[in-house]
């Protein structure tokens, strides 16, 4: 079994930084494209910010300039730094990623729990 577990989390004053870590675990022989997301209340969940194996990056407009992903793919591990952050970045921001456990079957699409990010004075 695959698991996503996120953590950074928080809550913060506008202007403020925070870093969400992403971390997979379980049977992991390969991952691809990795990514956060996030949904804020009474919306559709969006893509914030994605990442592929490779090292290509998409951003959403709303957060270029202002966040940076990144990941290890040593440690399995995606990230997420916010800085600059404004009150309408408040949202539970979800991790995702396509895994390969078998080699013999495509990579399954994964999601984590969730980690909520909440930017006010």
């Known amino acids: 079994q695959v698991q996503l577990v996120e953590s950074g989390g928080g809550l913060v004053q506008p202007g403020g930084s925070l870093r969400l870590s992403c971390a997979a675990s379980g049977r992991i022989l390969w991952i691809n494209g990795m990514g956060w997301y996030r949904q804020a209340p009474g919306k559709q969940r969006e893509l914030v910010a994605s990442?592929?194996?490779?090292?290509?990056?998409n951003y959403a407009a709303s957060v270029k300039g202002r966040f940076t992903i990144s990941r290890d793919n040593a440690k399995n591990t995606v990230y997420l730094q916010m800085n600059s952050l404004k009150p309408e970045d408040t949202a539970v921001y979800y991790c995702n990623a396509d895994i390969g456990s078998t080699y013999s079957n495509p990579p399954n699409n994964y999601w984590g729990q969730g980690t909520q990010v909440t930017v006010s004075s």
């Open positions: 990442i592929s194996r490779g090292g290509s990056i």
